[in-house]
């Protein structure tokens, strides 16, 4: 069992930062890979970004590439996502989940606004 | 990037009845196809993975089948809790895609 909360959301004008953590508690956090997925107010799932057990292997979906970064931090059981040049369309709840879906968090709500 | 498209898009049955949902991936995904439920204000849940295994803690009444390019979430004699937003997700590839969800509703 995994334990996934984030934090870290907020409203931010476009062009902004912000950058999202997932704190995970249970089983060993640094045998999962990882990956953030988001969801724009009323709309359907989209995956954002995977990491491996190390930050060696990273993915990003197309939308994001260039300007989010993720990334983990074993040692403190964390995975986080740096969101830069943020636009009105990355709007939504980001969640962090294993890669293999089956542990989530609750998600944390990001809005871009001007 | 492989599409995934899911059918119906909503899907209205009353408690009791059997639901079956498709899925169809526009290239081959092989067996690594996910299926996820998610309830208004939650976050989604591993219903099936790899086509056919129940994740933990679900209910016996959901089974998933197909391969390659066609898949079905059957739900047997649908509860009151049943009824959401159901999503598959393949992980065949990257970047890895979500079909855009089927509704069941009463």
């Known amino acids: 069992q995994v334990h996934l909360v984030e934090s870290g959301g907020g409203v931010v004008k476009p062009g902004g930062s912000l950058r999202l953590s997932c704190a995970a508690s249970g089983s060993s956090f640094s045998d999962y890979y990882m990956k953030w997925i988001r969801q724009a107010p009323g709309k359907g799932l989209e995956w954002v970004s995977s990491v491996g057990t190390t930050n060696s292997y990273t993915k990003y979906a197309d939308s994001v590439k260039g300007r989010f970064t993720i990334s983990r931090d074993n040692a403190k059981n964390s995975l986080y996502l740096q969101m830069n040049s943020l636009r009105v369309d990355d709007t939504g709840v980001f969640y962090c989940a294993t890669e293999g879906g089956d542990f989530w968090g609750q998600g944390t709500l990001v809005t871009v606004s001007s | 990037e492989i599409v995934l498209t899911q059918s119906p898009a909503t899907l209205s049955l009353s408690p009791g009845q059997r639901a079956t949902l498709s899925c169809r991936a526009s290239q081959s995904v092989g067996k690594y196809l996910n299926w996820y439920q998610q309830k208004p204000g939650q976050a989604p849940r591993l219903l099936m993975y790899?086509?056919?295994n129940t994740a933990t803690g679900i209910s016996a009444r959901f089974s998933g089948s197909g391969s390659g390019t066609d898949f079905t979430l059957t739900i047997n004699s649908l509860e009151p809790e049943d009824f959401a937003v159901y999503y598959c997700?393949?992980?065949?590839?990257?970047?890895?895609?979500f079909g855009q969800g089927t509704k069941v509703e009463i």
């Open positions: 790899e086509t056919s």
């Open positions: 997700q393949q992980r065949s590839d990257w970047p890895r895609t």
